[in-house]
Protein backbone atom coordinates (compact mmCIF):
# COMPACT_ATOMS: atom_id res chain seq x y z
CA UNK A 1 0.00 0.00 0.00
CA UNK A 2 1.09 3.50 -1.13
CA UNK A 3 2.15 6.13 0.99
CA UNK A 4 1.22 9.91 -0.22
CA UNK A 5 1.51 13.38 0.65
CA UNK A 6 -1.69 15.78 0.37
CA UNK A 7 -0.38 17.17 -3.11
CA UNK A 8 0.32 13.48 -4.63
CA UNK A 9 -3.08 12.85 -3.31
CA UNK A 10 -4.58 15.55 -5.19
CA UNK A 11 -2.61 14.88 -8.34
CA UNK A 12 -3.89 11.43 -7.98
CA UNK A 13 -7.35 12.20 -8.01
CA UNK A 14 -7.42 14.57 -10.55
CA UNK A 15 -5.88 11.87 -12.99
CA UNK A 16 -8.39 9.38 -11.56
CA UNK A 17 -11.10 12.03 -12.20
CA UNK A 18 -9.83 12.39 -15.83
CA UNK A 19 -8.49 8.90 -16.84
CA UNK A 20 -10.64 6.57 -14.79
CA UNK A 21 -13.90 7.54 -13.01
CA UNK A 22 -14.86 10.93 -11.39
CA UNK A 23 -14.93 13.10 -8.14
CA UNK A 24 -18.76 11.68 -7.35
CA UNK A 25 -17.94 8.51 -7.98
CA UNK A 26 -15.14 8.49 -5.78
CA UNK A 27 -17.04 10.04 -3.36
CA UNK A 28 -19.62 6.85 -3.82
CA UNK A 29 -16.88 4.50 -3.63
CA UNK A 30 -15.29 5.46 -0.60
CA UNK A 31 -18.25 6.54 1.59
CA UNK A 32 -19.43 3.10 0.58
CA UNK A 33 -16.66 1.19 1.38
CA UNK A 34 -15.93 2.91 5.18
CA UNK A 35 -20.10 1.70 5.60
CA UNK A 36 -19.53 -1.85 4.25
CA UNK A 37 -16.11 -1.67 6.33
CA UNK A 38 -18.18 -0.39 9.51
CA UNK A 39 -20.69 -3.04 9.19
CA UNK A 40 -18.05 -5.59 9.37
CA UNK A 41 -16.38 -4.80 12.25
CA UNK A 42 -19.13 -3.51 14.55
CA UNK A 43 -22.08 -5.71 15.56
CA UNK A 44 -24.83 -3.17 14.01
CA UNK A 45 -28.74 -3.76 14.44
CA UNK A 46 -31.57 -1.62 14.80
CA UNK A 47 -30.51 -0.53 18.66
CA UNK A 48 -26.85 0.91 17.16
CA UNK A 49 -27.17 4.83 17.52
CA UNK A 50 -24.32 6.06 14.56
CA UNK A 51 -23.84 10.27 14.99
CA UNK A 52 -22.25 11.12 11.70
CA UNK A 53 -20.12 14.79 11.79
CA UNK A 54 -20.53 16.22 9.08
CA UNK A 55 -18.11 18.91 7.45
CA UNK A 56 -18.89 21.21 4.10
CA UNK A 57 -16.16 19.41 2.08
CA UNK A 58 -15.19 16.43 0.44
CA UNK A 59 -15.14 14.85 3.89
CA UNK A 60 -18.33 15.59 4.31
CA UNK A 61 -19.66 14.35 1.01
CA UNK A 62 -17.93 11.13 2.07
CA UNK A 63 -20.20 11.15 5.48
CA UNK A 64 -22.95 11.80 3.80
CA UNK A 65 -22.61 8.75 1.17
CA UNK A 66 -21.70 6.22 4.24
CA UNK A 67 -24.62 7.56 6.33
CA UNK A 68 -27.14 6.89 3.46
CA UNK A 69 -25.45 4.00 2.35
CA UNK A 70 -25.93 2.50 6.40
CA UNK A 71 -29.33 3.24 6.45
CA UNK A 72 -30.44 1.29 3.64
CA UNK A 73 -28.27 -1.43 3.98
CA UNK A 74 -28.58 -1.73 7.73
CA UNK A 75 -30.71 -0.89 10.82
CA UNK A 76 -29.21 1.49 12.52
CA UNK A 77 -30.47 4.23 14.33
CA UNK A 78 -28.97 7.00 11.92
CA UNK A 79 -28.05 10.58 12.91
CA UNK A 80 -26.69 14.10 10.99
CA UNK A 81 -24.89 17.06 12.62
CA UNK A 82 -23.37 19.57 9.74
CA UNK A 83 -20.79 21.74 10.80
CA UNK A 84 -21.73 24.21 8.55
CA UNK A 85 -24.45 24.67 5.95
CA UNK A 86 -23.85 22.50 2.66
CA UNK A 87 -24.59 24.17 -0.52
CA UNK A 88 -28.38 24.01 -1.50
CA UNK A 89 -28.35 22.51 -4.81
CA UNK A 90 -26.13 19.75 -2.77
CA UNK A 91 -27.27 16.20 -3.92
CA UNK A 92 -26.27 14.40 -1.31
CA UNK A 93 -27.75 16.34 1.30
CA UNK A 94 -31.11 15.46 -0.74
CA UNK A 95 -30.31 12.01 -0.73
CA UNK A 96 -30.03 12.14 3.10
CA UNK A 97 -33.26 14.24 3.92
CA UNK A 98 -34.73 11.56 1.12
CA UNK A 99 -34.04 8.69 2.69
CA UNK A 100 -35.50 10.53 6.05
CA UNK A 101 -32.59 10.67 8.32
CA UNK A 102 -32.36 13.14 11.17
CA UNK A 103 -30.17 16.49 10.49
CA UNK A 104 -29.57 18.72 12.60
CA UNK A 105 -27.06 22.10 11.86
CA UNK A 106 -24.88 23.53 14.35
CA UNK A 107 -25.99 27.00 13.30
CA UNK A 108 -29.28 25.62 14.88
CA UNK A 109 -27.84 24.57 18.05
CA UNK A 110 -25.81 28.03 19.44
CA UNK A 111 -25.88 26.12 23.03
CA UNK A 112 -24.60 22.56 21.36
CA UNK A 113 -27.54 21.25 23.31
CA UNK A 114 -28.85 19.25 20.68
CA UNK A 115 -25.39 17.69 19.97
CA UNK A 116 -24.48 17.14 23.91
CA UNK A 117 -27.83 14.49 22.96
CA UNK A 118 -26.48 13.31 19.92
CA UNK A 119 -22.44 12.20 21.59
CA UNK A 120 -23.77 10.84 24.74
CA UNK A 121 -26.49 8.51 23.49
CA UNK A 122 -24.77 7.72 20.52
CA UNK A 123 -23.23 3.93 20.34
CA UNK A 124 -20.85 5.09 17.45
CA UNK A 125 -19.05 8.56 16.05
CA UNK A 126 -18.28 9.02 12.59
CA UNK A 127 -15.49 11.64 12.39
CA UNK A 128 -16.69 13.49 8.55
CA UNK A 129 -15.35 17.23 9.36
CA UNK A 130 -12.49 17.82 7.89
CA UNK A 131 -10.17 15.72 5.58
CA UNK A 132 -6.79 15.75 4.04
CA UNK A 133 -6.90 19.77 3.13
CA UNK A 134 -7.56 20.68 7.22
CA UNK A 135 -5.51 24.07 8.09
CA UNK A 136 -4.20 24.31 11.86
CA UNK A 137 -4.97 25.62 14.71
CA UNK A 138 -8.52 25.18 14.51
CA UNK A 139 -11.12 27.76 15.27
CA UNK A 140 -14.58 28.71 15.70
CA UNK A 141 -17.40 26.52 15.56
CA UNK A 142 -15.01 23.26 14.71
CA UNK A 143 -13.18 23.75 17.82
CA UNK A 144 -15.97 24.01 19.69
CA UNK A 145 -17.84 21.17 18.83
CA UNK A 146 -14.91 18.70 18.90
CA UNK A 147 -14.00 20.41 22.08
CA UNK A 148 -17.34 19.51 23.35
CA UNK A 149 -17.50 16.07 21.56
CA UNK A 150 -14.30 14.99 23.34
CA UNK A 151 -15.83 16.03 26.56
CA UNK A 152 -18.83 14.24 26.18
CA UNK A 153 -16.86 11.45 25.63
CA UNK A 154 -14.74 11.90 28.31
CA UNK A 155 -11.54 11.27 26.13
CA UNK A 156 -7.83 12.93 26.28
CA UNK A 157 -6.68 14.58 23.80
CA UNK A 158 -3.22 14.32 21.48
CA UNK A 159 -1.22 16.23 24.06
CA UNK A 160 -2.78 13.33 26.81
CA UNK A 161 -4.83 16.39 28.41
CA UNK A 162 -7.77 14.38 30.51
CA UNK A 163 -11.24 16.36 30.12
CA UNK A 164 -13.46 17.10 33.24
CA UNK A 165 -14.61 14.59 35.70
CA UNK A 166 -17.63 16.28 34.92
CA UNK A 167 -18.45 14.66 32.44
CA UNK A 168 -17.25 11.16 33.57
CA UNK A 169 -19.39 8.12 31.59
CA UNK A 170 -18.82 4.37 31.91
CA UNK A 171 -20.48 4.31 28.42
CA UNK A 172 -18.07 5.55 25.36
CA UNK A 173 -19.11 5.35 21.78
CA UNK A 174 -16.42 3.86 18.97
CA UNK A 175 -15.09 6.38 16.98
CA UNK A 176 -14.59 6.22 13.28
CA UNK A 177 -12.73 8.73 11.13
CA UNK A 178 -13.03 8.87 7.12
CA UNK A 179 -9.64 9.68 5.97
CA UNK A 180 -7.89 11.31 9.17
CA UNK A 181 -8.93 11.88 12.07
CA UNK A 182 -10.45 16.06 12.31
CA UNK A 183 -8.00 18.42 13.23
CA UNK A 184 -4.65 16.29 11.87
CA UNK A 185 -2.28 17.43 9.69
CA UNK A 186 -2.14 14.53 6.70
CA UNK A 187 1.21 15.32 5.84
CA UNK A 188 3.45 16.78 9.05
CA UNK A 189 1.06 14.62 12.03
CA UNK A 190 0.61 17.56 13.47
CA UNK A 191 -2.71 17.19 15.26
CA UNK A 192 -4.54 20.26 16.95
CA UNK A 193 -5.47 20.08 21.15
CA UNK A 194 -8.89 19.56 19.94
CA UNK A 195 -8.59 16.48 17.60
CA UNK A 196 -11.05 13.75 18.60
CA UNK A 197 -9.39 10.40 18.76
CA UNK A 198 -10.30 8.20 16.81
CA UNK A 199 -10.86 3.63 17.65
CA UNK A 200 -10.35 3.23 13.71
CA UNK A 201 -9.33 5.52 11.02
CA UNK A 202 -10.45 4.41 7.17
CA UNK A 203 -8.39 6.11 4.60
CA UNK A 204 -8.79 6.07 0.80
CA UNK A 205 -6.62 5.09 -2.13
CA UNK A 206 -3.50 5.60 0.39
CA UNK A 207 -2.69 6.28 3.35
CA UNK A 208 -0.97 9.61 4.41
CA UNK A 209 2.78 10.28 6.13
CA UNK A 210 1.09 12.02 8.83
CA UNK A 211 -0.67 9.17 9.68
CA UNK A 212 1.96 7.70 10.87
CA UNK A 213 4.20 10.46 12.94
CA UNK A 214 3.40 11.27 16.69
CA UNK A 215 1.21 12.94 17.71
CA UNK A 216 -1.11 12.62 14.81
CA UNK A 217 -0.46 8.89 15.11
CA UNK A 218 -1.84 8.65 18.77
CA UNK A 219 -5.46 10.02 17.42
CA UNK A 220 -5.65 7.47 14.40
CA UNK A 221 -6.51 4.30 16.30
CA UNK A 222 -6.13 1.19 13.51
CA UNK A 223 -5.45 2.12 10.45
CA UNK A 224 -7.35 0.75 7.37
CA UNK A 225 -6.51 1.54 3.81
CA UNK A 226 -9.46 1.02 1.07
CA UNK A 227 -8.03 1.39 -2.46
CA UNK A 228 -11.70 2.14 -3.66
CA UNK A 229 -11.16 0.58 -6.84
CA UNK A 230 -8.24 2.45 -8.09
CA UNK A 231 -5.27 -0.29 -8.89
CA UNK A 232 -1.57 0.25 -7.74
CA UNK A 233 -0.60 -0.07 -11.36
CA UNK A 234 -2.08 3.17 -11.73
CA UNK A 235 0.75 5.00 -13.05
CA UNK A 236 0.44 8.73 -10.22
CA UNK A 237 -0.21 6.11 -7.58
CA UNK A 238 2.91 3.71 -8.82
CA UNK A 239 5.43 6.76 -8.96
CA UNK A 240 5.16 6.91 -5.12
CA UNK A 241 7.85 6.27 -3.47
CA UNK A 242 6.66 5.57 0.11
CA UNK A 243 4.63 2.39 1.07
CA UNK A 244 3.37 0.63 4.06
CA UNK A 245 4.97 -2.62 4.29
CA UNK A 246 1.87 -5.27 4.58
CA UNK A 247 2.11 -8.58 5.59
CA UNK A 248 2.05 -10.14 2.33
CA UNK A 249 4.62 -8.45 1.26
CA UNK A 250 6.63 -9.28 3.98
CA UNK A 251 5.70 -12.68 3.10
CA UNK A 252 7.38 -12.74 0.00
CA UNK A 253 10.70 -11.36 1.49
CA UNK A 254 11.19 -14.49 3.59
CA UNK A 255 14.38 -16.09 2.80
CA UNK A 256 13.55 -19.54 1.22
CA UNK A 257 14.03 -22.57 3.49
CA UNK A 258 14.84 -25.46 1.38
CA UNK A 259 14.39 -28.90 3.28
CA UNK A 260 17.60 -30.33 2.05
CA UNK A 261 19.23 -27.23 3.23
CA UNK A 262 22.19 -27.44 6.19
CA UNK A 263 23.27 -24.68 8.24
CA UNK A 264 25.78 -22.98 5.41
CA UNK A 265 22.42 -22.82 3.33
CA UNK A 266 21.36 -20.52 5.86
CA UNK A 267 24.02 -18.19 6.36
CA UNK A 268 27.45 -17.53 8.71
CA UNK A 269 26.90 -14.42 10.68
CA UNK A 270 29.13 -12.12 13.33
CA UNK A 271 28.15 -10.55 16.15
CA UNK A 272 30.86 -8.74 16.89
CA UNK A 273 28.95 -6.81 20.66
CA UNK A 274 28.97 -6.73 24.46
CA UNK A 275 31.36 -4.75 27.05
CA UNK A 276 31.18 -5.13 30.54
CA UNK A 277 28.01 -3.20 31.63
CA UNK A 278 25.82 -4.73 28.42
CA UNK A 279 26.51 -8.46 28.97
CA UNK A 280 22.48 -8.65 27.59
CA UNK A 281 22.97 -7.20 24.40
CA UNK A 282 25.29 -9.97 23.33
CA UNK A 283 22.97 -12.80 24.32
CA UNK A 284 19.37 -10.99 22.75
CA UNK A 285 21.03 -9.45 19.49
CA UNK A 286 23.15 -13.49 19.21
CA UNK A 287 19.88 -15.50 19.59
CA UNK A 288 17.35 -12.92 18.02
CA UNK A 289 19.51 -13.39 14.84
CA UNK A 290 19.43 -17.42 15.44
CA UNK A 291 15.91 -16.72 15.81
CA UNK A 292 15.16 -15.07 12.37
CA UNK A 293 16.26 -18.47 10.24
CA UNK A 294 20.55 -17.95 10.46
CA UNK A 295 22.31 -21.54 10.16
CA UNK A 296 25.34 -19.82 12.29
CA UNK A 297 26.11 -17.35 14.91
CA UNK A 298 29.77 -16.73 15.95
CA UNK A 299 29.90 -14.59 18.71
CA UNK A 300 32.86 -12.04 18.86
CA UNK A 301 33.42 -10.17 22.20
CA UNK A 302 36.16 -10.04 24.90
CA UNK A 303 36.93 -13.20 26.92
CA UNK A 304 35.76 -12.26 29.68
CA UNK A 305 31.97 -11.80 28.45
CA UNK A 306 32.43 -15.10 26.63
CA UNK A 307 32.37 -17.16 29.56
CA UNK A 308 29.03 -15.31 31.51
CA UNK A 309 27.28 -15.73 27.68
CA UNK A 310 27.87 -19.11 26.98
CA UNK A 311 26.82 -20.22 30.22
CA UNK A 312 23.06 -18.74 28.73
CA UNK A 313 23.69 -18.95 25.01
CA UNK A 314 24.59 -22.99 23.71
CA UNK A 315 23.50 -22.32 20.16
CA UNK A 316 26.48 -19.81 19.01
CA UNK A 317 30.36 -20.21 18.48
CA UNK A 318 32.71 -17.86 19.49
CA UNK A 319 35.92 -15.94 19.26
CA UNK A 320 37.68 -14.49 21.96
CA UNK A 321 38.96 -11.03 21.24
CA UNK A 322 41.60 -9.02 23.09
CA UNK A 323 40.10 -6.46 25.89
CA UNK A 324 41.14 -3.49 27.65
CA UNK A 325 38.98 -3.47 31.14
CA UNK A 326 36.64 -5.96 29.66
CA UNK A 327 36.05 -3.83 26.38
CA UNK A 328 36.81 -5.27 22.91
CA UNK A 329 40.40 -3.00 21.50
CA UNK A 330 42.33 -2.49 18.85
CA UNK A 331 43.86 -5.33 18.66
CA UNK A 332 40.98 -7.05 17.72
CA UNK A 333 40.81 -5.47 14.43
CA UNK A 334 43.13 -8.07 12.36
CA UNK A 335 41.85 -11.08 14.50
CA UNK A 336 37.88 -10.06 13.29
CA UNK A 337 39.23 -9.79 9.49
CA UNK A 338 40.85 -13.08 9.73
CA UNK A 339 38.09 -14.98 10.73
CA UNK A 340 35.20 -13.36 9.24
CA UNK A 341 36.13 -14.23 5.73
CA UNK A 342 33.46 -16.99 4.57
CA UNK A 343 30.61 -14.99 7.05
CA UNK A 344 27.90 -13.52 5.37
CA UNK A 345 27.22 -10.60 7.55
CA UNK A 346 28.67 -9.18 10.16
CA UNK A 347 26.84 -7.07 13.15
CA UNK A 348 27.76 -4.47 15.03
CA UNK A 349 27.74 -1.97 17.85
CA UNK A 350 25.20 -3.98 20.42
CA UNK A 351 26.34 -3.12 23.98
CA UNK A 352 29.77 -1.98 22.60
CA UNK A 353 30.40 0.62 24.96
CA UNK A 354 31.99 4.16 24.90
CA UNK A 355 35.68 3.38 26.51
CA UNK A 356 38.28 4.92 24.89
CA UNK A 357 40.01 1.31 23.35
CA UNK A 358 36.70 0.50 21.82
CA UNK A 359 36.12 3.66 19.92
CA UNK A 360 39.46 2.86 18.59
CA UNK A 361 38.67 -0.39 17.55
CA UNK A 362 35.43 0.84 15.68
CA UNK A 363 37.29 3.55 13.80
CA UNK A 364 40.17 0.88 12.78
CA UNK A 365 37.97 -1.90 12.32
CA UNK A 366 36.05 0.29 9.53
CA UNK A 367 39.14 1.16 7.87
CA UNK A 368 39.97 -2.43 6.82
CA UNK A 369 37.40 -2.17 4.12
CA UNK A 370 37.42 -6.54 3.76
CA UNK A 371 34.39 -7.12 5.73
CA UNK A 372 30.87 -8.76 5.26
CA UNK A 373 27.91 -6.71 4.79
CA UNK A 374 27.25 -5.07 7.72
CA UNK A 375 24.36 -3.69 9.93
CA UNK A 376 25.62 -1.36 12.62
CA UNK A 377 23.54 -0.48 16.11
CA UNK A 378 23.59 1.56 18.90
CA UNK A 379 27.26 2.62 20.70
CA UNK A 380 28.73 1.94 17.02
CA UNK A 381 26.52 4.32 16.16
CA UNK A 382 27.57 7.14 18.63
CA UNK A 383 31.16 6.04 17.55
CA UNK A 384 29.98 7.02 13.91
CA UNK A 385 28.72 10.18 14.75
CA UNK A 386 31.80 11.61 15.69
CA UNK A 387 34.19 11.06 12.76
CA UNK A 388 33.67 13.55 10.02
CA UNK A 389 32.76 12.22 7.32
CA UNK A 390 31.91 8.85 8.68
CA UNK A 391 29.26 7.18 6.02
CA UNK A 392 32.50 7.31 3.64
CA UNK A 393 34.08 4.82 5.70
CA UNK A 394 30.85 2.61 5.01
CA UNK A 395 30.40 0.27 2.24
CA UNK A 396 27.26 0.90 0.15
CA UNK A 397 24.13 -1.35 1.29
CA UNK A 398 25.26 -1.06 4.91
CA UNK A 399 22.23 -1.13 7.23
CA UNK A 400 22.37 1.24 10.03
CA UNK A 401 19.48 1.17 12.64
CA UNK A 402 19.39 4.24 14.67
CA UNK A 403 16.69 5.55 17.09
CA UNK A 404 15.98 9.48 17.45
CA UNK A 405 18.44 10.13 19.67
CA UNK A 406 21.50 8.26 17.55
CA UNK A 407 19.53 9.91 14.31
CA UNK A 408 20.08 13.32 16.21
CA UNK A 409 23.93 12.84 16.47
CA UNK A 410 24.65 11.13 12.82
CA UNK A 411 22.55 14.08 11.33
CA UNK A 412 24.13 16.88 13.59
CA UNK A 413 20.31 17.76 14.35
CA UNK A 414 18.43 17.51 17.70
CA UNK A 415 16.11 15.12 18.60
CA UNK A 416 13.07 17.50 18.10
CA UNK A 417 14.04 17.84 14.58
CA UNK A 418 14.55 14.30 13.92
CA UNK A 419 11.10 13.42 15.57
CA UNK A 420 9.22 16.69 13.90
CA UNK A 421 11.02 15.58 10.37
CA UNK A 422 11.02 11.78 10.23
CA UNK A 423 9.69 11.25 6.73
CA UNK A 424 12.04 13.72 5.27
CA UNK A 425 15.36 12.75 7.01
CA UNK A 426 15.16 9.31 6.78
CA UNK A 427 14.95 9.49 2.92
CA UNK A 428 17.66 12.53 3.10
CA UNK A 429 19.84 10.47 4.87
CA UNK A 430 19.77 7.31 3.22
CA UNK A 431 20.41 9.40 -0.35
CA UNK A 432 23.15 11.10 0.97
CA UNK A 433 25.05 8.64 3.12
CA UNK A 434 24.05 6.02 1.02
CA UNK A 435 23.29 3.73 3.53
CA UNK A 436 20.18 1.89 4.32
CA UNK A 437 18.36 3.47 7.62
CA UNK A 438 16.18 2.25 9.86
CA UNK A 439 14.51 4.88 11.90
CA UNK A 440 13.41 3.24 15.00
CA UNK A 441 10.03 4.32 16.74
CA UNK A 442 6.84 3.32 16.58
CA UNK A 443 6.22 3.48 13.17
CA UNK A 444 9.80 2.77 12.17
CA UNK A 445 10.58 4.10 8.57
CA UNK A 446 13.00 2.29 6.42
CA UNK A 447 14.45 4.16 3.69
CA UNK A 448 17.28 3.05 1.10
CA UNK A 449 19.22 5.43 -1.27
CA UNK A 450 17.06 5.37 -4.15
CA UNK A 451 14.35 7.13 -2.00
CA UNK A 452 12.06 4.47 -1.35
CA UNK A 453 10.62 4.38 2.12
CA UNK A 454 8.90 1.70 3.74
CA UNK A 455 6.88 2.74 6.94
CA UNK A 456 5.79 -0.14 9.60
CA UNK A 457 2.30 0.08 10.52
CA UNK A 458 2.54 -1.53 14.13
CA UNK A 459 3.28 0.58 17.14
CA UNK A 460 3.28 -0.22 20.62
CA UNK A 461 4.95 1.07 23.75
CA UNK A 462 5.77 -2.28 24.57
CA UNK A 463 8.84 -2.22 22.35
CA UNK A 464 10.20 0.98 24.40
CA UNK A 465 12.39 -1.31 26.83
CA UNK A 466 15.98 -1.59 26.57
CA UNK A 467 17.11 -4.65 25.00
CA UNK A 468 14.58 -4.33 21.95
CA UNK A 469 16.96 -2.94 19.44
CA UNK A 470 19.06 -5.87 20.12
CA UNK A 471 16.85 -7.80 19.38
CA UNK A 472 15.72 -5.85 15.87
CA UNK A 473 19.33 -5.67 15.22
CA UNK A 474 19.91 -9.37 15.62
CA UNK A 475 16.71 -10.11 13.25
CA UNK A 476 17.99 -7.89 10.36
CA UNK A 477 21.33 -9.18 10.59
CA UNK A 478 20.56 -12.76 10.45
CA UNK A 479 18.22 -11.74 7.37
CA UNK A 480 21.14 -10.24 5.96
CA UNK A 481 23.39 -13.03 6.83
CA UNK A 482 20.88 -15.74 4.55
CA UNK A 483 21.27 -13.78 1.43
CA UNK A 484 18.16 -11.23 1.72
CA UNK A 485 19.02 -7.61 0.13
CA UNK A 486 19.67 -5.18 2.39
CA UNK A 487 16.83 -2.55 2.10
CA UNK A 488 14.06 -6.23 2.47
CA UNK A 489 16.35 -7.49 5.45
CA UNK A 490 16.00 -4.53 7.57
CA UNK A 491 11.85 -4.22 6.06
CA UNK A 492 11.64 -7.61 7.16
CA UNK A 493 13.23 -8.01 9.90
CA UNK A 494 11.05 -3.98 11.40
CA UNK A 495 8.21 -5.69 10.58
CA UNK A 496 8.64 -8.79 12.20
CA UNK A 497 10.38 -6.89 15.19
CA UNK A 498 7.27 -4.93 15.61
CA UNK A 499 5.11 -7.65 15.21
CA UNK A 500 6.32 -9.91 17.64
CA UNK A 501 6.04 -6.44 19.91
CA UNK A 502 2.23 -6.94 19.52
CA UNK A 503 2.26 -10.86 20.15
CA UNK A 504 4.62 -10.28 22.73
CA UNK A 505 1.68 -8.09 24.55
CA UNK A 506 -1.09 -10.80 24.08
CA UNK A 507 0.86 -13.61 25.46
CA UNK A 508 2.07 -11.03 28.49
CA UNK A 509 -1.23 -9.59 29.19
CA UNK A 510 0.37 -6.04 29.01
CA UNK A 511 2.42 -3.99 27.15
CA UNK A 512 3.79 -2.42 30.97
CA UNK A 513 4.59 -5.73 31.50
CA UNK A 514 6.74 -7.03 28.17
CA UNK A 515 10.63 -7.04 28.31
CA UNK A 516 13.15 -7.50 25.63
CA UNK A 517 13.11 -11.51 26.25
CA UNK A 518 9.61 -11.35 25.40
CA UNK A 519 9.85 -10.01 21.86
CA UNK A 520 12.71 -12.63 21.79
CA UNK A 521 10.64 -15.44 22.29
CA UNK A 522 7.82 -13.91 20.24
CA UNK A 523 9.54 -13.55 17.08
CA UNK A 524 9.06 -17.13 16.22
CA UNK A 525 5.29 -16.73 15.93
CA UNK A 526 5.90 -13.50 14.19
CA UNK A 527 7.15 -15.03 11.33
CA UNK A 528 4.49 -17.87 11.48
CA UNK A 529 1.94 -15.19 11.43
CA UNK A 530 3.90 -13.73 8.73
CA UNK A 531 4.47 -17.04 6.46
CA UNK A 532 0.85 -18.19 6.95
CA UNK A 533 -0.34 -14.59 5.79
Not at 7 to 31: C, N, P, T, W
Not at 58 to 63: E, L, V
Not at 300 to 309: D, K, S
Amino acid sequence: MKVVSVEEMRQIEAAVDARLFSYDQMMQKAGGAAGRHLRRRLDIDDGTRVTFLIGKGNNGGDGLVMAVDMARDSSAQIRIYLLQPRPENDDLLSRALEAGLFIAKASDDHDLRLLKSLITSADVIVDALFGIGVRLPLRGVAAKVLRMVNLMINRPGPDGAQPSDEHETSHRPFVFALDCPSGVDCDSGRADTNTLLADETITFIAAKPGLFTFPAAKCVGDLIIAPIGIPESFAELKAASKSVLVADRARSMLPPRPLDGHKGSFGKLMVIAGSPNYIGAVALSAEAAYRSGTGLVTVATAGNLVRIVASRLREPTYLTLPDTDGAINEAAVDLIVEHSQGYDALLLGCGLGRLASTEAFVQKLLEARALPPLVIDADALNILSEIPHWWEKLPEETVITPHAGEMARLSKSSIAEVNANRWELAARAAADWKLIVVLKGAHSLIADPTGAISVIPFKTDALATAGTGDVLAGVIAGLRAQGTAAYDSARLGAYAHALAGTIAVDRVGSSRSVIAGDVLEAIGWAFNQIEGS
